[in-house]
């Protein structure tokens, strides 16, 4: 056959498209769409624009890819306010109305209680990011992508008394104060019984009404107490408006844990120092060992600059989501499937390789007890890192 | 038994908390007992207040205490153009508490678009000084804010009550006819008590973003409190949300350093009640 000089260029210049955009040759066809909500306004606002970008960065990823089972993706998102009762209705709209053949996670355990309810209801499978009471999760097609335990009421405790044993002067007595916000308070709960059979001694306990104002006279009773360790059940602002009431009547905690602080702000917080917080995923090796989640790391870091989040590395909120989409196209590409029956199943039987570990859902409620993907960061030089456990651990980093 | 020292620095603290909710107040006080405007876009001010206070401090560089003079002003004009829209579509009461609810969801939309949803804090000097009483503390912003909240409502009391624009302002308030039979420009003192108003809500924006961490969703963190201090302390009165808010705030710091903390809000909404029940009705 005889290739004349235009075909030779024709074909040259289709081989050199599809070398430069693979992505958008291979992904052919009617759009697989996804669809979820996000609180993109209300109180959840500042964590959800962190998910918003995270997901974006995984859609586009998967297109470059080839997307699913060499379709596009799409990704409907809807803002469900922070309001689970619109999360109910928004996840509706999507499964009738809009007619998307998977959904994904919404944030926060009341908004995916709420989902829950939909996706049962429509045989859907539920991926979920953020859920803070497993026992509330009996949906068979339910399936957690954050790493957390059963227990964690058992688990996160542990985790954080193991992280203060090896601190240089080991703490004795502990105070705790929790703020009433369902999920912190249960696991604040559970530390207590944690503590004793640790033969901690517990010299105060304080519960806070959640969106306390005034911190200055929880601060007086903490310093009054002279723990050698303050427990924090305290999640977003919380701690670092209680560390500023500890400032103003000159007094820091020997040591001290948050539950799931917001890290921007506790940087710049020079009583926040030697802090310890639960994670799944900060950014430094061993995690960004792997070129694709390094990749990941500075793209997000550019994304999230642009949309003016503050703190823009990788942490436990971006890295729950990564790993939601991970799974799901882990389960899809696996089943060569879009039915969520046969998704299910296959989750139940299997295990995901995510950025922060290995996910299973072999246990009671596809969850597994007493162990989990959660580490122990500690705030170290104005910067987070894994401190616990040590093959997670950051390069040289050692509890201070 | 709580120490001395632990109820003396629960008290301070009280003190402030309830002097930053006498200063939220007095804007909505004077709006709600003078013109007949139950401003909930009070609030949202103030908060827009601490944003662009936060922007030209930490941005701008400009010295927190400085940008007073841009943003007070600013605001004494959207004040002015606030009142403006409830005349030219004769809003009636409770259609501004509706329609300032609106407003301040889009003020907070804007907030958040701008600022986006993140905690923002404004780093500042100011928040590292503090004084040692004995075995108390005080810190230089909590005091700050303590005497903005004086200055500004015993001024405001004083000017209503010492001065032909007060006097004018009070005839107005009690039979705007009558007022202008005798030469009362009801419509221009409309104008200057929405922008004092709105000033002060600049003045309580400035001691938000110096004492605390700003999100846009905390606008509504403030209004269940500062409403119990506005209806405690009487509508108009200058003075009252201020004393109401410190008895607000005291309590419940009281309740926190005695009690579970959780008890709090629930003290400080009984005492809500009764002082209503109780009050002469000369205060009401």
């Not at chain 2, 004040?79 to 907070?108: C, P």
């Amino acid at each position: 056959m005889k290739i004349d000089r235009r075909r030779a260029l024709a074909a040259g210049g289709a081989l050199l498209s599809a070398m430069a955009l693979p992505g958008v040759l291979r992904a052919q066809g009617k759009p697989i769409r996804i669809g979820s909500t996000l609180p993109l306004t209300g109180p959840l606002a500042s964590l959800a624009i962190i998910h918003k970008v995270t997901a974006e960065i995984c859609v586009e990823n998967l297109n470059k890819r080839g997307g699913l089972l060499g379709r596009p993706v799409e990704w409907v998102l809807r803002d469900d306010q922070s309001k689970p009762e619109l999360t109910r209705t928004l996840y509706e709209q999507l499964i009738t109305a809009d007619t998307v053949d998977l959904i994904q996670s919404p944030y926060a355990t009341a908004s995916i209680l709420a989902a829950m309810g939909v996706a049962q209801r429509y045989n859907k499978v539920l991926l979920h990011t953020s859920f803070g009471i497993p026992k509330l999760a009996k949906y068979d097609m339910q399936f957690q992508t954050a790493g957390s335990p059963f227990d964690p009421e058992n688990v996160w405790p542990n985790h954080i008394f193991d992280a203060a044993a090896k601190l240089p002067k080991p703490p004795k007595t502990i105070a705790i104060v929790t703020s009433k916000f369902p999920s912190v308070h249960a696991i604040s709960v559970g530390a207590r019984e944690v503590m004793k059979k640790r033969g901690l001694t517990e010299v105060l306990h304080l519960e806070y009404e959640f969106g306390n104002r005034d911190y200055g006279a929880i601060a007086s009773r903490v310093k009054e107490a002279n723990p050698d360790f303050l427990w924090g059940g305290t999640n977003g602002i919380d701690p670092v408006l209680m560390l500023e009431a500890m400032k103003k009547i000159d007094y820091r905690p020997p040591a001290q844990a948050h539950l799931f602080p917001a890290p921007g702000p506790m940087l710049k917080l020079p009583e926040a120092q030697g802090a310890l917080a639960l994670t799944t995923f900060e950014s430094h090796a061993p995690f960004t060992d792997d070129p694709v989640i390094a990749q990941f790391v500075k793209t997000y870091g550019e994304r999230a600059q642009q949309a003016g989040i503050p703190y823009t590395s990788v942490d436990l909120q971006s890295a729950i989501m990564y790993a939601s989409w991970q799974v799901l196209e882990s389960a899809v590409t696996a089943t060569k499937s879009l039915d969520d029956k046969t998704i299910g199943a296959w989750l139940k039987k299997n295990e995901v390789k995510t950025l922060f570990g290995t996910l299973r859902w072999n246990g009671p409620q596809n969850y597994v007890e007493g162990a989990d993907l959660y580490k122990v960061k500690q705030l170290q030089q104005g910067k987070w890192v894994v401190v616990h456990p040590t093959q997670w651990a950051a390069p040289g980093a050692k509890l201070t | 038994m709580p120490s001395a020292t632990l109820l003396g620095q629960s008290v301070l603290s009280g003190v402030f908390i309830g002097a930053l909710y006498g200063l939220l107040g007095l804007g909505l006080s004077l709006s709600w007992g003078m013109l007949r405007q139950v401003n909930l876009a009070h609030f949202a001010l103030a908060f827009l207040g601490a944003y662009v206070t936060f922007q030209l401090a930490a941005v701008a560089k400009i010295d927190p205490f400085v940008t007073l003079a841009i943003v007070a002003p600013a605001f004494f004009v959207l004040g002015m153009a606030l009142h403006w829209f409830f005349l030219r579509f004769s809003v009636t009461l409770l259609n501004t508490l509706l329609v300032t609810f609106g407003i301040t969801s889009i003020i907070e939309a804007g907030i958040q678009w701008y600022w986006t949803a993140d905690f923002h804090r404004m780093e500042n000097a100011y928040a590292a000084v503090r004084w040692k009483l004995g075995p108390l503390f005080l810190a230089l912003t909590d005091v700050i804010t303590l005497g903005f909240a004086l200055a500004l409502a015993l001024g405001a009391w004083a000017v209503l009550r010492f001065t032909d624009l007060g006097k004018a302002i009070r005839a107005t308030t009690e039979d705007a006819p009558i007022a202008a039979a005798f030469g009362v420009n009801e419509k221009l003192l409309g104008f200057l008590v929405s922008g004092f108003a709105a000033s002060v809500a600049a003045v309580a924006g400035l001691c938000l973003a110096l004492n605390h961490t700003l999100a846009p969703v905390q606008i509504y963190a403030w209004m269940g409190v500062v409403f119990a201090a506005v209806m405690m302390g009487g509508l108009g009165r200058p003075i009252g949300p201020l004393v109401a808010g410190i008895v607000i705030g005291v309590s419940e710091a009281v309740t926190m350093a005695v009690t579970n903390p959780t008890w709090a809000p629930l003290v400080s909404f009984s005492l809500l009640i009764v002082i209503l029940l109780l009050r002469p009705a000369r205060f009401s």
